[in-house]
């Protein structure tokens, strides 16, 4: 059974920093994974899908790379902002449809 | 605009009365999909649908049923509801598999509350 683990849980920084964000998963036989933003009692907002085939997306200060075969992906934030604050949420996706996501970080950049 | 749309966006009901929380996406999507998210468990997959008249379970139907008779709707029933369906609901749609991505895009939430 597909297990998904964000670590850490949560991350408090000042602004400024680069950060890492973790995501692992136990079955590499994945279609895409997905990384979400969740502001405290909103939605989600897709920052970036990283289908199987690819190793690595981008968009603006955001970078996500995958591993597959070693079952992570990362979330690089650069020169994070107190408007970053949020809780970022990874999921992955098989082949029929079935979504996993993981328990999530909650991130807290200081001004 | 694109977009996924949720009604009620928040409810409160009693236990054992029928409910249904709707669930409808103007673009055009496939593969639609219901979670629902608790704290310290996260979000979960209830049920998802691949194309009308398909539909497959997630990880927690229990308790809930759904249809999809129609591409563009995906409504979620709670035919009984309890206190343990309380919870904050999300309804999402993406493009296939096949000819997309399965990006998911989500609607803004259902806030249930069963007493």
């Known amino acids: 059974k597909q297990e998904v683990t964000q670590i850490p849980a949560a991350l408090s920084v000042p602004e400024g920093e680069n950060l890492v964000l973790n995501c692992s998963f136990t079955d590499s036989a994945i279609y895409n994974l997905q990384w979400f933003r969740q502001d405290p009692g909103k939605g989600l907002t897709s920052l970036l899908l990283?289908?199987?085939?690819?190793r690595e997306q981008t968009s603006g200060r955001l970078n996500a790379s995958l591993d597959k075969s070693s079952g992570r992906s990362t979330l690089y934030i650069a020169a994070s902002q107190p408007g970053d604050s949020a809780t970022y949420l990874c999921a992955v996706i098989n082949q029929g449809g079935k979504l996993i996501f993981g328990q999530g970080t909650e991130l807290s950049v200081k001004p | 605009e694109a977009q996924v749309t949720q009604n009620p966006r928040y409810l409160i009901t009693v236990t054992g009365k029928k409910l249904t929380v709707t669930c409808s996406q103007n673009m055009n999507h496939e593969y639609m999909s219901w979670y629902r998210q608790d704290p310290g468990l996260g979000l979960r997959q209830i049920y998802y649908s691949m194309n009308v008249e398909v539909t497959d379970k997630g990880d927690v139907p229990e308790g809930y049923k759904v249809s999809r008779k129609e591409k563009r709707n995906f409504p979620l029933i709670l035919e009984s509801p309890s206190p343990n369906q309380t919870s904050l609901y999300f309804c999402?749609?993406?493009?296939?598999?096949?000819?997309?991505?399965?990006?998911?895009?989500f609607g803004p939430g259902t806030r249930l509350t069963v007493t």
């Open positions: 990283i289908q199987s085939s690819q």
């Open positions: 999402a749609s993406s493009p296939p598999g096949d000819r997309g991505t399965y990006e998911q895009y």
